[in-house]
């Protein structure tokens, strides 16, 4: 018995391997997302912080270093339902086999709303099942429904019109989730938006990965939206909102 405990000690813990997805955006700078069982940690570009996601305790907080200050974003997690603003329609359609990127095979998907061509996702099943991204997903689809729920507020606040496409994307997450992991996002335009460039199952975690530094401030979108509303001169809300429906008309 002794020997076989011994000998289980000296396997290796899965559960102590962190996953690394490097992608590169339009504009090439690169991002690392580290997941380790229900820790995520996201780098921000030109290290000017990370994000902490917890996704057992549907956290989301935002380190920033050289203000020292934590964003949390957790109340922006939202439930993903699929549902799109009134009288958009969205339609994923699978166009068929893409290239392979960072190693892994890939299917294109195309996404449309209201007969509009809106981009297309080259997806991975075996990059999903390898990067053991699935519940880390679930909370980036909630947290991008939180965000359009905040959106479409602020736009029904300026007198503006939903946007289809970015409708879409948003109600076409969850369905896109379970056919893979998105290895290349595509724009109407057929710029790649972002693309993964390598995914390591066996990376080294930056040092306290996970800490939140208890020294500093800790505020919230709500708090720095009120902050920023109480600062504003008498009239700036209804010029804003005179000028977003010029800019964007009916």
């Known amino acids: ?55 057992s305790k549907r956290t989301m907080r935002a380190v920033i270093p050289e203000q020292k200050m934590v964003m949390d974003m957790s109340d922006m997690l939202g439930e993903n339902r699929g549902e799109t603003s009134s009288g958009i329609d969205f339609k994923t359609s699978k166009k068929g086999s893409g290239p392979k990127i960072a ?44 965000i359009r729920n905040r959106m479409a507020g602020l736009r029904g606040m300026m007198g503006q019109k939903p946007r289809p496409c970015q409708e879409a994307r948003t109600a076409s997450a969850a369905e896109f989730k379970n056919k893979g992991f998105p290895m290349r996002i595509v724009s109407p335009n057929k710029r790649v938006i972002n693309e993964v460039k390598s995914i390591n199952k066996n990376a080294k975690l930056p040092a306290n990965a996970f800490s939140i530094p208890s020294d500093y401030a800790v505020t919230n979108p709500n708090q720095m939206m009120q902050d920023a509303i109480k600062q504003m001169p008498p009239g700036a809300m209804e010029m804003m909102r005179q000028r977003m429906q010029q800019m964007n008309p009916q």
């Open 103 to 146: 190693g892994y095979s890939t299917e294109e998907y195309t996404l449309t709303a209201n007969g509009k061509y809106c981009g297309s996702l080259f997806i991975s099943a075996a990059a999903m099942r390898d990067a053991d991204i699935a519940g880390f997903a679930d909370t980036m689809i909630s947290f991008s429904q939180g």
């Open 1 to 55: 018995m002794k020997t076989l405990i011994s000998l289980l000690m000296l396997l290796p813990c899965s559960t102590m391997a962190a996953t690394l997805i490097e992608s590169m955006d339009m504009n090439g700078n690169m991002s690392q997302l580290y997941i380790e069982g229900n820790m995520a940690r996201m780098e921000m570009p030109n290290k000017q912080g990370y994000m902490v996601v917890d996704t």
